[in-house]
């Protein structure tokens, strides 16, 4: 079967959908068409993903001299990987989606800005070329755009929605410049033949080595890494599983995905350092602005952050299956903590606060799962986003400093995720807020039961792990260590806000210390005034060219009016300029040898 | 044998004559000879391909005692240029003119401007590229002038000041180019062969016709008369100034590297153009009005695409044209919607317009997909475009080649915020009605499927250019 074949069933749910909402009558089918679109694709891709590894070629897009731009699809290793992720996670977002949406008007938009959406992240996980990579990269920021603006009526979601574009639109044509640079030293876009190619090289190069940066700006750019990485908890504007979706298996994984395809190229160059750099002050501040936050989705948008800062450390330190195996693990608990998030919105009202929501325990499946989440997030065993957490904090066992911030961003992670956790539990004896946790009796089937899946895969996945050998790998040191401090952070957490709930809230002072936020944005601020301020000067600059010209065209203008002055018919005026014409003449002739 | 390059030129005269008799229907006309313009290119570009060779000729007699004949003839770039400047002529022709405003002396202009971007494209000597050029520059002063909005005399002036001088220029070269070619040859051609010429003569007539296209495309520092003049046009006006007379600059920036003098010169070209590209991307950030904000990302792109054209590589060159085909397109795109909002909101500035998109969706959408189209998304021809000029740029420059890219950063970054500031944000209801005509929705459907079209397939185009 043809990879593209995958793509076929979520095209057609998308454009149906599209159409579906021409009517109103038959808007509301326009969910059912894009889940079954959804669905036939995700088990379209699951088939490919149990094929043999493989490359198609699609098409000799156009070629320069005797060089071609080939597309070609690929399969196996870290392309099928993220292809079988998004396959599981796809249908299950749909899904949420059909409870979660239930703005009559604009079903039919939301679906089809979703499918194209997944159908870009589908072709970037099968691209086996950096021009079809680079295609399906700009169409998930274009649909991202659309979709994180999606209720762009209000302000807020518009102002983020522009936050993204703006940063994905640096990363993209930074890209664009690195893509090209590296095709005019190897003369192929194909990532195997790059890296083979990689391999080969003797020296150092300038060239490359400015390639291999540009493009990973454009990953640091999607991936949400520092400086780049304020626009991430902005997006959480958006609807709710969209940014399920975004987090977990799409859009900020492909930053991340890209390093993984290129990592032999990498290697060759020495340029793992600053991935390992980067990753490690991202995680640091995603872990710490996790804490400052209120919103039930920021927290995990930063704790999104934290996660992709982990997974740049692991393959800066060259240890790609710890990488991947955080990879899988993280797309599984982070779509179930923010469906959980929009579940617990959905009964409160759309609130938003930790601290407004009201207690979820009375809603069984809906704690269970979103304990089995945080569980996950924070490395216990046996779920299995310890595996993901051990297996990275092993590779970092040969260097201590990355290792000891390691553990404190484990720690940093029980801590935060069970605030996540406690604080809602805590208002339930608040008066005024037990009208509200009657809503989680209400809440639709269709927005539990994706939970549930998740949930369960994430034991599952564990299983799988023990199968597979993954788990007889985990260094029993290093989980002794992690366990330790996610326990650690756990029980900090409940001291800190169980008891003592004030800690960290709005206002105080510990909270303005560590949110790095403000700080970041007034950075952002100034750069832009700089650019104001040069693009300011430019055009004082182009108004005194616009004045010289202007002066010299009426300079040309007064020279005509003098010139004529003379031109009056004042035959007096004549006679004298003939006779002073005729002396100067005389003079010049007599004079001037 | 038909001639269908002379059908070309001569036809639209033909509807020039038939607007001064059937006054009712000048609209109409007006059209029917844009399609007959777009039919006649298309069969042009049919006999090319089939011919295999883009180089078709028809000669006749002009002034044979000073050996100037009417030579017209076509190359790749011409023809290209042709397809592209047929298809925006049509679409204005269309759906330009939004609120009917004086449709007769709108439609004469049209077709006049017609006359002047087909003759310019297919001259093959410079006498009559000389002719074609000023009726292309006389046919939108008179836009300007006549069918402008408030600022429109002021902004005509300048502009016909600015064309004036570079005409002048031309002329003085074209004399220069007369009197020292073997044989009082004006031919097109013949400039690729000027190294028999004495050097100070080769370098003045490089640089006489250098000035002269970098005025028209425009370079800094000549660029001042493009934001008054493309914003002060009428809708119509706009549409052609920024998307087939910017290129008429192009197209002899093409010409005039071809001479061996250019390599000389490259460089520092470059240079100036690439601070043109930036130069202008800051620009654009101190704008409020939205036509002349798309008019400066006319200045970025017609700059990237002069830095393309002075790295005298093959990639470079062929980038060029085709990035001047797929700008024409979604300049002539962006304004057509930027007049559909003026024509709804009757205002263009973005402090004042707001949540354009509540009233104008299509509308709205259109201008964001026409920003993603000139920031260089793939799937649109401007893709092609970059790639194809970058790679050039890489060659002939190194590194440095790829720094003007950058200033699509800075351009973009700006559009996005105009979008989110007037088209998105601001849900504040206007009672403004967005009613779209079919003439509308076919022009944008048009030169969104040209785009995308180009985008998709370039080996249409690429077969043409690299032939």
């Known amino acids: 079967m043809h990879p593209l074949v995958a793509l076929l069933p979520l095209f057609f749910g998308g454009i149906l959908s599209l159409l579906l909402g021409a009517s109103i009558k038959t808007e509301k089918y326009a969910k059912h068409v894009a889940l079954a679109g959804a669905i036939g694709s995700s088990l379209l891709s699951i088939y490919l993903f149990m094929q043999p590894a493989q490359s198609y070629q699609l098409t000799n897009w156009f070629s320069i001299g005797q060089y071609g731009f080939q597309l070609t699809l690929s399969l196996g290793g870290a392309n099928s990987l993220l292809l079988f992720l998004i396959a599981v996670i796809s249908p299950l977002i749909f899904f949420y989606s059909t409870g979660y949406m239930n703005v009559p008007s604009e079903q039919s938009r939301y679906y089809f800005e979703l499918s194209l959406f997944t159908i870009s992240m589908m072709l970037l996980a099968m691209s086996g070329d950096f021009l079809t990579f680079f295609i399906a990269w700009e169409g998930l920021g274009i649909t ?199 579940t617990i919105m959905k009964a409160n009202d759309d609130r938003t606060s930790i601290y407004r929501v009201s207690s979820f325990g009375r809603n069984r499946l809906l704690f269970v799962s979103a304990l089995i989440g945080a569980l996950s997030i924070s490395g216990i065993f046996p779920f299995s986003g310890f595996f993901g957490k051990v297996a990275v904090d092993s590779a970092a066992s040969s260097n201590a400093i990355v290792y000891a911030v390691l553990t404190a961003v484990d720690f940093l992670t029980a801590l935060y995720i069970f605030r996540w956790l406690l604080v809602p539990m805590e208002n339930q004896k608040k008066a005024h807020q037990t009208a509200y946790s009657a809503g989680y009796s209400l809440l639709k089937k269709s927005m539990q039961i994706p939970q549930l899946v998740l949930a369960i895969l994430i034991i599952l996945f564990s299983v799988i792990f023990f199968y597979n050998g993954v788990a007889q790998q985990a260094n029993l040191d290093h989980s002794i260590v992690e366990m330790a401090a996610s326990a650690f952070g756990a029980i900090t957490a409940y001291i800190m806000f169980k008891k003592a709930k004030n800690v960290l809230s709005e206002g105080s002072r510990s909270r303005k210390i560590l949110y790095t936020g403000n700080a970041l944005n007034l950075a952002y601020l100034y750069i832009a005034k700089f650019f104001g301020l040069v693009a300011h000067a430019i055009e004082i600059f182009d108004n005194g060219l616009n004045r010289l010209f202007y002066m010299g065209s009426s300079g040309v203008m007064g020279l005509a009016g003098s010139v004529k002055i003379a031109e009056k018919g004042n035959i007096n005026t004549y006679i004298a300029a003939l006779a002073i014409g005729l002396i100067l003449v005389f003079i010049i002739l007599v004079f001037v040898p | 044998m038909i001639p269908l390059l002379l059908l070309m030129v001569a036809l639209p005269v033909l509807f020039l004559a038939m607007i001064g008799v059937l006054k009712r229907y000048s609209s109409l006309i007006a059209t029917i000879s844009s399609i007959t313009g777009l039919a006649l290119t298309l069969a042009v570009i049919a006999t090319a391909i089939m011919g295999s ?98 600022n429109r005399k002021t902004a005509s002036y300048k502009f016909i000041l600015y064309e004036i001088f570079a005409s002048a220029l031309l002329l003085f070269a074209i004399l220069l180019m007369y009197f020292y070619s073997p044989g009082h040859s004006l031919s097109i051609s013949a400039l690729a062969s000027t190294s028999t010429m004495p050097v100070g003569i080769q370098e003045s007539i490089f640089l006489l016709l250098f000035i002269a296209f970098m005025i028209n495309m425009p370079i800094f520092p000549l660029h001042a008369w493009l934001p008054d003049a493309h914003s002060e046009a009428s809708t119509q006006g706009s549409m052609v100034l920024s998307g087939i007379l910017t290129k008429f600059g192009g197209f002899g920036m093409l010409i005039i590297f071809a001479m061996p003098i250019a390599k000389s010169y490259a460089g520092i070209i470059a240079l100036l153009a690439a601070i043109s590209a930036f130069y202008a991307a800051f620009l654009i950030m101190r704008q409020s009005d939205i036509k002349r904000i798309v008019a400066h990302t006319t200045i970025v792109e017609m700059s990237i695409i002069m830095f393309a054209i002075a790295t005298l590589t093959v990639p470079g060159t062929s980038g060029s044209i085709y990035g001047m085909f797929a700008h024409g397109l979604a300049v002539a795109m962006l304004f057509l919607a930027a007049g559909a909002v003026e024509h709804i909101f009757h205002d263009r500035n973005i402090n004042i317009l707001k949540g354009i998109s509540h009233n104008a969706k299509l509308t709205a959408y259109i201008f964001l997909i026409g920003i993603f189209a000139i920031t260089g998304v793939p799937l649109t021809a401007s893709f092609i475009a970059d790639v194809f000029m970058f790679i050039g740029a890489i060659s002939a420059f190194g590194l440095f080649g790829i720094v003007p890219l950058f200033s699509l950063v800075l351009m973009g970054a700006f559009m996005y915020f105009v979008i989110n500031k007037s088209f998105f944000a601001n849900k504040e209801r206007t009672s403004a009605d967005g009613f779209i005509t079919v003439r509308q929705k076919i022009g944008y459907s048009v030169l969104l499927s040209a785009l995308f079209l180009f985008g998709i397939l370039p080996f249409i185009l690429l077969k043409l250019i690299n032939a």
């Open chain 1, 144 to 342: 991202s755009y659309l979709l994180i603006g999606f209720w762009y009526q209000r302000d807020a979601p518009a102002d983020a929605a522009r936050t993204a574009i703006t940063t994905i639109l640096i990363g993209d044509i930074a890209m664009l410049a690195g893509i090209l640079l590296l095709w005019s030293s190897f003369h192929s876009l194909n990532f195997s033949a790059i890296n083979s190619a990689a391999l080969t090289l003797s020296g150092s190069s300038t060239y490359l080595a400015v390639a291999a940066l540009l493009i990973l700006v454009g990953a640091f750019t999607k991936s949400a890494q520092f400086p780049f990485h304020e626009w991430l908890s902005g997006a959480m504007e958006g609807p709710t599983p969209v940014s399920a979706f975004l987090h977990s298996s799409t859009m900020v994984k492909a930053g991340v995905f890209l390093t993984v395809l290129l990592l032999p190229l990498f290697v060759k160059l020495n340029l793992l350092w600053p991935m390992l750099l980067i990753g490690t002050i991202t995680a640091v501040i995603g872990s710490i602005t996790a804490l400052t936050s209120d919103h039930i989705k920021k927290i995990l948008a930063y704790s999104t952050i934290e996660d992709l800062g982990l997974m740049f450390v692991a393959i800066g330190l060259n240890a790609l299956s710890a990488a991947l195996i955080f990879f899988t693990v993280q797309a599984l608990y982070k779509a179930l903590l923010l469906m959980s998030s929009g």
């Open chain 2, 53 to 150: 060779s883009p180089n078709i000729s028809e000669n006749y007699g002009y002034i044979t005692s000073l050996n100037i004949g009417f030579n017209l003839r076509t190359n790749a770039a011409s023809l290209v240029l042709l397809l592209m400047s047929s298809i925006v002529i049509f679409i204005t022709a269309l759906s330009g003119n939004i609120s009917k405003d004086r449709e007769r002396i709108a439609s004469l202009l049209l077709v006049l401007f017609q006359i002047g971007a087909t003759g310019i494209f297919l001259s093959g000597n410079l006498f009559i590229f000389f002719i074609f050029w000023d009726i292309g520059v006389i046919a939108p002063f008179f836009m300007i002038n006549v069918l402008g909005s408030a």
